[in-house]
């Protein structure tokens, strides 16, 4: 009984959070109310208060690493921009075509989400967006493509999605066979929403207008300062990757060193100046600039998907789906890539992960055993990190970019669902007839 209520205050959550703009509730409102109701309900299960509260802080830890992550990216996107430094690529980009410049983002975003990570890029490229596009329909359009391209670039790398870093961690699959597998279906995903959209986007955009800085005199930063604390942040961003394949910590921790050295460059750089203009630029008057609703709206929807698993909802989607379609690896698959662009991908590939072992293929008390580099474990790489962007609540990317630009989730449905749909199939389709 307390189980079904809590998928049902999940449900209403998730509902109210689609609904945003009709019933006037900030999403993080909704989300935070989600995430404490679905734990409260479960104390009341029956289940033992030790293994509550184990199973509560094993999932706060996770969460956390990921909202200082989140944070921190943040942080360090706020501060170039602050320093006016995507005028770096927004002054190299001059083209206002909208199909043009469509195909310029979305390949900056498929390659940069390969080598950094979906979030960090989505949180870079809706940074940049806001640069380059005013009408807020047509930003939120090529939001929407950024997320699938974001999605799409990051599953084909070990480190470009927490699903697929939690594969490549597990020894589920290597470095070279995940990008030799995977490049091209990915590719496909983020093309064919790209090449449907070069048929019915016309014009140009208009770019917001730019303060003559000039004129007023109120230019914040240097060229030197701008290029600096632009390149130190980029630099800071790819260090993050690096970090975690040298030291094999998480992800967090090369991101906050990355945003402490930003951080002390900052406050040297900027030392002589009067205190007005030095909180404009530091990381403290930055800090004041973060939309912490979007870090609340993450840890509410987080906390109550880790309710749901908790309560063994998740396994016993994962066990219904291997009786149902028993050894179709390619169906189980799409589906729980469609399924996470409900519920979050990250404990629907811990729950593919824990019904398979990694060995020879043979029965292990009535389961299959997948080896290192099988179909199914590339598969669910491939299905895990691009079926989130179906629903804009589906991937980190696309709650970070929901955040950030305030996308309205009816919207989303409405304009930019169908695409990923048929990017995700168009994908699955080709690593299939690839096999």
């Known amino acids: 009984m307390i189980i079904t209520i809590m998928i049902t205050v999940f449900v209403l959550g998730y509902i109210s959070i689609a609904l ?9 409102a909704s989300a935070l109310l989600i995430g404490g109701i679905t734990w409260a309900l479960y104390a009341f299960s029956g289940v033992d208060q030790l293994h509550m509260n184990e199973y509560l802080s094993h999932h706060l830890v996770d969460i956390a690493e990921i909202l200082f992550f989140l944070l921190g990216a943040m942080t360090i996107v706020e501060l170039i921009d602050a320093h006016e430094g995507f005028s770096i690529i927004t002054d190299k980009i001059t083209t206002n075509k909208k199909v043009a410049l469509m195909w310029i983002l979305c390949t900056i975003t498929f390659f940069f989400s390969a080598v950094l990570d979906n979030l960090t890029t989505a949180i870079v490229m809706s940074a940049l967006l806001t640069k380059l596009i005013k009408d807020k329909e ?3 359009m090529f939001a929407g493509m950024v997320i699938i391209s974001a999605n799409a670039g990051g599953a084909w790398s070990p480190i470009g999605d927490i699903t697929t870093i939690m594969l490549w961690v597990g020894d589920q699959v290597t470095a070279s066979n995940i990008i030799t597998s995977l490049f091209i279906p990915s590719l496909v995903c983020a093309l064919v929403p790209l090449v449907y959209l070069s048929f019915r986007l016309k014009g140009s955009v208009t770019r917001p207008e730019e303060i003559d800085f000039k004129e007023h005199s109120i230019d914040p930063t240097t060229t030197f300062e701008r290029n600096l604390v632009f390149y130190l942040g980029v630099v800071g961003l790819l260090f993050v990757p690096i970090f975690k394949t040298v030291t094999h910590l998480p992800p967090y921790l090369g991101m906050l060193i990355s945003l402490g050295v930003l951080w002390l460059v900052t406050e040297i750089i900027h030392r002589s100046k009067n205190h007005e203009k030095k909180s404009q630029l530091s990381v403290i008057g930055v800090l004041k600039k973060i939309d912490t609703a979007t870090i609340f709206f993450f840890l509410g929807i987080l906390l109550a998907v880790a309710a749901l698993q908790s309560a063994g909802q998740l396994d016993i989607v994962a066990n ?12 189980i698959n799409i589906i729980i890539g469609l399924l996470s662009s409900i519920v979050d991908n990250v404990p629907l590939v811990a729950g593919a992960m824990g019904m398979y072992d990694i060995g020879p ?26 079926g989130g962007s179906v629903l804009i609540i589906g991937s980190a990317a696309g709650v970070a970019v929901m955040g950030i630009l305030k996308i309205d989730f009816i ?16 994908g699955a389709a080709t690593y299939i007839l690839m096999q």
């Open 138 to 140: 047509e930003l939120w």
């Open 411 to 426: 919207w989303y449905i409405k304009n930019i669902s169908l695409l990923a749909l048929m990017g995700y199939l168009a």
């Open 361 to 386: 293929i043979s029965n292990i008390q009535g389961e299959l055993a997948f080896p290192q580099n099988h179909t199914f474990w590339k598969f669910l790489a491939y299905c895990a990190g691009t």
């Open 20 to 28: 945003e703009h009709t019933i006037k509730v900030d999403k993080a």
């Open 320 to 331: 219904f789906l291997q009786e149902t379609f028993k050894g179709d690896i390619y169906i």
